[in-house]
């Protein structure tokens, strides 16, 4: 995705760049861990609230 439409200061805060020559990655506010097999698993979120459309407010634990 290019970036949040309008809103800049957010690309710059979700879209931070890897290295040279190489596409940002996209920081979700996700936490996860990783098991031995390489699966990952979302166990949290760092916000503890989802911004939705619409205002539309999206809690993470009723995922």
């Known amino acids: 995705m290019p970036g949040y ?3 800049p ?7 931070r ?3 040279s020559g ?3 990655w996209l920081h979700t506010g ?3 861990t990783m098991d031995e097999d390489g ?3 979302i166990v949290d979120r760092k916000k503890d609230v989802i911004l939705g459309a ?6 993470p ?3």
């Open 61 to 63: 634990r009723e995922l």
């Open 22 to 24: 190489a596409l940002p």
């Open 17 to 19: 760049p890897a290295y």
């Open 39 to 41: 699966y990952f698993r």
């Open 5 to 7: 439409w309008n809103r």
């Open 30 to 32: 996700d936490i996860a």
């Open 9 to 15: 200061d957010e690309t710059t805060d979700i879209l």
């Open 54 to 59: 619409g205002g539309l407010n999206i809690y």
